[in-house]
């Protein structure tokens, strides 16, 4: 674990320049905060170095060795001094920051929600037609990425209901999500496949979050219809992406721009916006693991009574703009069911098996 207490660091250690480095590579923030100490134990070396000089000697005790010691004790009490700090680092910090050279500190939190709030949610099919064995026809990805981004039946289909999904949803009190959800047996084939291949990963988010795993479920199936519909990468394969989380300034991974919709000022409209590749499912859900369940904006989400409750919670602390996304979620949880938490881990990076509704070449996707 890398200590961040300048005034504990040896002042002549090799490896700091690496560590401020790769701090400042995944939180330019923090790393702003680092070079500034520095520039301050720098500072303070200085100071020191000068005072020494203004200091009458005695040629019986001072030599080389002695100001080679003076030297050598000089920066390591800068480093120790800027360890505790004597105000020049933060004047430094807020100078820059103030002449915009970074985001301020408000800024930068403000990004961070900005990554999973106002997202375009929803591009897949209606859920009654679904990927059943006699509909399922396969597809290149370069041919059809397009498609895979522009708006569908689905959200035409689900605005209609909104009225009464919202009703429903304000006059139960109680959990009644059981009661009204779809019998395991009498699902279609491929909402049992779905269930089957992403109940694991989501109940890991959930234990890690304490989000829902149906509400994780629900969203996975809402973003990609079921795994018709995912974000395609620059190359037209499956970004894995199943939450439509955006890139961000922070996001040292790949990215795909995608041409979809946010709702803005109410009013439905087209926009292009990076957003991040995964190199798996399980990464996707574990990025969304720490995007949701360790954000004070969605308190709400892990402190409902139900998954219901905590979907309204989701839109409520403005991770949608579409103004019907509680109720699409509500809608989804109740045809998933009980959810089962058989199935490969959340850590597990084995291949999908050639039945999978996530294996290579599978007309799922």
């Keep these: 674990m890398m200590s961040n207490d300048l005034g504990g660091q040896f002042a002549l250690d090799m490896q700091g320049i690496q560590r401020l480095r790769h701090t400042a590579s995944r939180d330019p923030n923090a790393g702003l905060d680092e070079a500034a100490k520095q520039f301050e134990a720098l500072f303070v070396q200085m100071m020191m170095k000068s005072m020494r000089e203004a ?5 019986l005790l001072h030599s080389q060795q002695t100001e080679f010691y003076e030297s050598l004790l000089d920066q390591q009490w800068a480093q120790h001094l800027s360890g505790r700090g004597i105000g020049l680092a933060e004047q430094l910090v807020n100078q820059l920051e103030g002449r915009g050279m970074l985001p301020g500190r408000e800024q930068a939190d403000s990004e961070i929600d900005s990554l999973i709030a106002g997202i375009p949610r ?6 009654s037609d679904g990927l059943s064995a006699g509909n399922m026809t396969s597809r290149e990805p370069a041919e059809n990425a397009d498609s895979a981004v522009l708006p569908g039946s689905f959200l035409d289909a689900l605005d209609l209901q909104r009225g009464a999904q919202r009703a ?5 009190e ?8 779809e019998p395991r047996g009498s699902q279609p084939d491929h909402v049992r496949a779905f269930v089957d291949e992403l109940a694991a990963p989501a109940q890991a988010a959930s234990r890690a979050t304490g989000v829902p795993a149906e509400l994780i479920l629900a969203q996975a199936a809402l973003e990609t219809g079921w795994g018709r519909h995912e974000i395609p990468d620059t190359r037209g394969g499956n970004s894995h992406n199943l939450f439509g989380i ?6 040292q991974g790949e990215t795909t721009d995608i041409t979809t919709h946010e709702y803005i000022d109410g009013r439905r409209t087209r926009i292009t916006d990076s957003f991040r590749v995964y190199d ?13 369940g360790n954000n004070p904006r969605y308190a709400g989400v892990v402190e409902a009574a139900n998954a219901e409750r905590a979907a309204h919670a989701l839109q409520q602390g403005g991770y949608a703009t579409d103004p019907a996304y509680a109720d699409k979620l509500v809608s989804i949880m109740n045809t998933l069911g009980p959810i089962d938490t058989a199935g490969p881990t959340l850590a597990s990076r084995e291949a999908p098996a050639s ?6 070449g599978n007309s799922w996707f």
């Design 55 to 59: 200091t009458p000697r005695s040629d």
């Design 122 to 127: 929803g591009t897949p099919r209606v859920l």
């Design 168 to 172: 429903a949803a304000e006059s139960s």
């Design 174 to 181: 109680a959990p009644a999500h059981a009661e009204r959800s």
């Design 246 to 251: 955006k890139a961000g300034s922070r996001w």
């Design 280 to 292: 798996s499912f399980e990464e996707a859900f574990t990025d969304y693991a720490g995007l949701i």
């Design 355 to 360: 039945g999978s509704i996530f294996a290579p």
